[in-house]
């Protein structure tokens, strides 16, 4: 019986080493070439690692970017109206948050496609860190919604001859401007350096287009619409026109404005300027006027103004400016001056962490009525990567 089966498996075994040994007899020591299979190999190891370099930080593919930024802030505003509960004047100390990220394409290498994602709780009492979110807030500038991630903005430049234009979606129509301001302060009131108005920002359907000259000159053209009705009588439109001198130390820009205002055409001229000593200090000066088309004569101008001064101080930013809070309007005593006053120091941690105190105060005309004046005390923290 053993016998027997040992002759039913021997074949078997022949049979299943016939092809190896078929196979080594096809290969032999003087047809392998130790440098060809090498070089393949090395060949398919640089093609796997460009393919992986194509993947870099920050980076989806060979044109589109990604940046993110988070702000937090903490601190106090003393003033009328802060809170339902609270009316004389003091505060509770608050924090908020806001996160952004912007995308970036590109399809030609001369066009952006831009992209803005923003998110936070940004708003009420701190809001003049003007932090990211849609957050809303109630008659006494508490925050009643927060936390929500929305499209803050789209918009797509482009060449056009030689010069650059865009359309967009919620963006501003002043996008391509030149503002001839280098103050840096964190605050959304004096941020605008005087442009209150002129400068359209009010989001909507916007296109514009700018021309640099190459000599320091630019000119540049926006405008917004409404979504439904676009340009139509219907709507409320707005149009500006910007011109701008740059040099290494000195600039100077105009910005004019027309605004639909329901039946109305108000206009809005601001002129802007600065200038950079050698010692690296700054100083930026900005002053608007308005026309409301269809108001009383005795009520019908409008005024903003702003001046502020920066520079480096050890191993941040120091800054300080002046100027209205906001846009004053003429009423039947003159023009309003609720001014505004702050400071702040920004220095950089590390390549993206940045720290920013602002204390800034608001004081009320003397021939305001009611308890506006605001006095503010708050930290900033940033990170971008």
């Known amino acids: 019986m053993k016998l027997f089966k040992s002759l039913l498996v021997a074949p078997a075994t022949l049979g299943l080493l016939a092809p190896v040994a078929a196979t080594a007899n096809e290969v032999t020591i003087s047809d392998f070439t130790p440098a060809e299979q090498l070089a393949i190999t090395n060949s398919r190891v640089d093609g796997l690692e460009a393919r992986l370099n194509n ?70 009492s701190l809001g003049e860190f003007d932090l990211n979110g849609p957050a809303t807030t109630d008659a006494a500038n508490e925050i009643t919604a927060s936390d929500i991630l929305t499209v803050d903005g789209i918009s797509y430049t482009f060449p056009l001859g030689g010069a650059t234009a865009f359309v967009g979606d919620n963006t501003d129509g002043s996008m391509l ?32 287009a700018a021309y640099d000259f190459d000599n320091g000159f630019t000119t540049a053209f926006g405008a917004q619409f409404s979504e439904t009705g676009i340009a139509t009588d219907e709507t409320d439109d707005s149009y500006a026109l910007n011109a701008a001198y740059i040099s290494d130390s000195y600039g100077a820009s105009i910005t004019y404005a027309n605004i639909e205002d329901g039946n109305d055409n108000d206009t809005y001229m601001a002129f802007n300027g600065y200038y950079s000593f050698d010692n690296g200090l700054n100083i930026s000066a900005g002053y608007e006027i308005g026309d409301l088309d269809n108001a009383a004569a005795t009520v019908d101008e409008t005024e903003a103004y702003f001046v502020g001064i920066n520079g480096e101080v050890g191993p941040g930013e120091l800054g300080a400016a002046a100027g209205t809070a906001g846009r ?29 105190p602002l204390i800034y105060t608001v004081e009320a005309d003397p021939g305001e009525t009611g308890d506006l004046d605001e006095t503010g005390i708050m930290v900033k923290t940033s990170f971008s990567f």
Not at 93 to 122: C, K, M, P, V
Not at 182 to 208: K, M, Q, R
């Open 55 to 124: 993947f870099e930080a920050g980076s989806f593919s060979e044109t589109t970017t990604a940046s993110f930024s988070v702000d937090f802030a903490i601190g106090a505003v003393d003033g009328r109206g802060t809170t339902t509960t609270i009316t004389d004047g003091d505060e509770d100390l608050q924090a908020t948050y806001g996160f952004q990220i912007d995308l970036n394409t590109s399809f030609t290498g001369e066009d952006s496609l831009d992209i803005s994602l923003d998110a936070g709780n940004g708003n009420g």
């Open 177 to 208: 401007f030149t503002t001839a301001c280098v103050y840096g302060g964190p605050s959304n009131t004096l941020d605008d350096c005087g442009n209150v108005t002129a400068g359209i920002t009010g989001g909507g359907l916007s296109i514009g």
């Open 328 to 356: 004053m309007v003429e009423t039947a005593t003159g023009i309003p001056d609720r001014m505004m006053y702050e400071i702040y120091y920004s220095y950089a941690v590390n390549d993206g962490m940045t720290i920013t």
